[in-house]
């Protein structure tokens, strides 16, 4: 059972570059939800979805989109890279919402912006 | 808006004792509360989940408590040893919509000594 897996593991970017982090997990999971980890900050959720193309914004939203047209993929685009994005990304799924079963947090994407 | 914050921000113990690392949260309409150990450059792992009806939950030399009225968690280690070296994590869910997700805490770094 993989889980959540998130690719690239890393990842250096320059200034406007755009990428997507890919989020993947087989537990058949409704709710998938984002999340960035900066030092002194915490981890803070970014956008989540609630089902497959259903899509909602967290508390640092801007900059990044999301899509879910599957039940099984969640990928965070960034459109035009800002050295203000360099952070850990993780991505989480959950069996509804945390309600009952908890998250489960993939191993997370290290990305830089220069 | 919800606050969670943990106390000690970084903790050193010899091994073999017993510890206690503490989670408050201000808003106490909570649905439950989740425990994560978080190891250097790694994904979060869950290791308890405490549902907003329940006081405690126990997992081998881990026992987390809940106190929701006074919007308190600890998280007791049992004869600690070196390999729980780690950040621990608490992170809650509000009452009325799971879809808002986790809310941290900014983690207890913890150090067993040899």
């Known amino acids: 059972n993989a889980g959540v897996t998130q690719t690239p593991k890393f990842q250096v970017l320059k200034t406007g570059q755009s990428m997507t982090l890919q989020c993947a997990q087989d537990m058949n999971h409704e709710y998938m939800s984002w999340y960035r980890q900066d030092p002194g900050m915490g981890l803070r959720l970014i956008h989540y979805s609630v089902g497959a193309g259903i899509t909602d914004q967290g508390e640092v939203p801007n900059g990044y989109n999301v899509s879910r047209s599957t039940t099984e993929d969640f990928p965070l685009r960034l459109l035009s890279a800002a050295p203000s994005q360099t952070s850990v990304y993780f991505c989480?799924?959950?069996?509804?919402?945390?309600?009952?079963?908890?998250?489960?947090f993939g191993s997370g994407t290290r990305l830089t912006v220069v | 808006k919800q606050e969670v914050t943990q106390i000690p921000a970084a903790l050193s113990v010899p091994e073999g004792e017993n510890l206690v690392l503490n989670c408050s949260f201000t808003d106490s309409a909570i649905y439950n509360l989740q425990w994560f150990r978080q190891d250097p450059g790694k994904g979060l792992t869950s290791l308890l989940l405490i549902q907003s009806s329940q006081r405690e939950q126990t997992s081998g030399r881990l026992n987390a408590s809940l106190d929701k009225s006074s919007g308190r968690s600890t998280l007791y280690i049992a004869a600690s040893q070196p390999g729980d070296s780690a950040t621990y994590l608490c992170a809650v869910v509000l009452s009325g919509g799971g879809a808002d997700g986790l809310t941290f805490g900014k983690g207890t770094h913890l150090i067993i000594q040899p």
């Open positions: 989480a799924s959950s069996l509804q919402g945390g309600y009952s079963y908890g998250y489960t």
